[in-house]
């Protein structure tokens, strides 16, 4: 078939279900994804062919699609920081607004040594593996969970050359917590949407992410015990960096300084506060 006239009556069909605009890069997607044909070859080439072997698995994709499946997991591909990371329905898609707390990460401490960082709650493993790549001198240590979260950050850190110090720790159980050591940076995307929420979220974040990395019956809870946790095991002028709820920041921020922390909300390139920076009082 003319890859052409496919792509045109492929994004048709995904438009039952998503944006015009966000149809086409989907297609887009899908459609490299399968076959290694890029818009920018139609454009070039009119009367290139599509070979028959893919138009299957471009068709079981769209009824995917049209199940609201995230088409990162359809191609189990998503991307952070410019660079690619198998995802899973195991661990959380990622987004461009944790981008901007490694931001944060990078700017503080880009010539600090030694510099030492946990990554609490890592899933795909997008954090402490960016984190690697732009501060090849720290050493990183990343924890979660979930064994099968845990199997794809390793991936991933194989992927992209990384060597990371994997952990299966319930973060949540302060005897689990004993296995750490102390560190100058702590960074985390805990669960930290109420249960409540699930009503009003995106069918497909809902039916395909994996709730333990998203909800929480107390959406306070991973905050606390990231307070606790740095009151022993943060380096003296450390820092602990954390995405937040918008609706929550007010409530997270007390959590910090009713430990003992100095703490300040920063707001995402959209203007939501959506993250927290916190550092013991007695740190300079």
Request: glycine letters at 4%.
């Amino acid at each position: 078939m003319n890859a052409r006239k496919f792509f045109r009556e492929y994004v048709l069909n995904i438009q039952q279900v998503m944006e015009p605009s966000a149809a086409v890069q989907v297609a887009e997607t899908l459609l490299e994804h399968y076959s290694g044909v890029t818009r920018r070859q139609m454009i070039l080439n009119p009367e290139l062919m599509l070979n028959p072997e893919t138009i299957q698995p471009l068709e079981a994709a769209l009824l995917r699609l049209r199940q609201r499946e995230p088409v990162q997991y359809i191609t189990e591909t998503g991307w952070f920081y410019d660079m690619p990371f198998k995802v899973s329905p195991a661990v959380l898609i990622p987004r461009p607004e944790t981008e901007e707390l490694v931001e944060k990460v990078i700017e503080r401490c880009r010539s600090w040594e030694p510099l030492h960082i946990l990554d609490v709650g890592t899933g795909s493993g997008c954090m402490a593996i960016t984190l690697k790549k732009q501060l090849p001198h720290a050493s990183v240590t990343a924890i979660d969970v979930s064994k099968a979260a845990l199997e794809i950050a390793q991936y991933n850190a194989g992927q992209h050359h990384t060597v990371i110090n994997f952990k299966e720790v319930d973060f949540l159980n302060a005897y689990a917590r004993l296995a750490l050591n102390s560190y100058s940076i702590i960074v985390s995307n805990p669960p930290y949407i109420p249960d409540e929420e699930k009503t009003i979220m995106d069918e497909n974040v809902v039916r395909y992410e994996p709730h333990l990395a998203l909800f929480a019956s107390d959406h306070l809870v991973f905050y606390k015990a990231l307070a606790v946790f740095g009151k022993t095991n943060l380096h003296p002028n450390g820092y602990i960096y954390c995405e937040i709820h918008q609706r929550y920041a007010e409530e997270v921020l007390k959590v910090f300084k009713t430990a003992g922390y100095r703490a300040v909300v920063h707001p995402d390139i959209s203007g939501n506060q959506r993250m927290v920076e916190a550092t013991l009082t007695h740190s300079r």
